[in-house]
Nanobody, 127 residues
Framework: QVQFVASGGGLVQRGGSLRLSCVGS????????VAWFRQAPGKEREGVSC????????DSADSVKGRFTISRDNAKRTVYLQMNNLKPEDTAIYYC????????????????????WGQGTQVTVSS
C-alpha cells in the first residue's frame, strides 16, 4: 500500500524558516510528479510547489516564489519543502502528494489528479 507521512510543521515567528519532509513507502518516488498543497481555514486547497520526475524541473505559486523551494531525494523516497521568510498568510495545513499518472508536473497542480496524500502537517506563523 502506498503511504506518505509528512512532518516538520510547527509554530514559527514571521520571517522564520521551516523544512517540511514527506516520506513515501510502497512507491518508486522517482517515477512520479510530486507536489505540496496547503489549505487554510475557510479556503480551498491550493498548490504550493511541484516537482517533475522526468527532468527535475520545478514550479511554484507566485506567492511563494523566492521563499519556498521543493526538492526530492528519490533514493530516500522523500520530498522536501524548504520555507524561508515565512509570513502569517502562509499559515495552513500542508500536504504532500504524488501523481501516479504523470512524470512532469502541470501548473497549477489539480488536487483531483493526485492519487496519494500525506496526512498533513500544520504550519503556523505568528506576527
Amino acid at each position: 500500500q502506498v503511504q506518505f507521512v509528512a512532518s516538520g510543521g510547527g509554530l514559527v515567528q514571521r520571517g522564520g524558516s521551516l523544512r517540511l519532509s514527506c516520506v513515501g513507502s510502497g512507491v518508486t518516488l522517482g517515477d512520479y510528479a510530486v507536489a505540496w498543497f496547503r489549505q487554510a481555514p475557510g479556503k480551498e486547497r491550493e498548490g504550493v510547489s511541484c516537482s517533475s520526475a522526468s527532468d527535475g524541473s520545478t514550479d511554484s505559486a507566485d506567492s511563494v516564489k523566492g521563499r519556498f523551494t521543493i526538492s526530492r531525494d528519490n533514493a530516500k523516497r522523500t520530498v522536501y519543502l524548504q520555507m524561508n521568510n515565512l509570513k502569517p498568510e502562509d499559515t495552513a495545513i500542508y500536504y504532500c502528494a504524488a501523481n501516479m499518472m504523470r512524470r512532469r508536473c502541470v501548473w497549477p497542480p489539480t488536487a483531483y489528479e493526485y492519487d496519494y496524500w500525506g496526512q498533513g502537517t500544520q504550519v503556523t506563523v505568528s506576527s
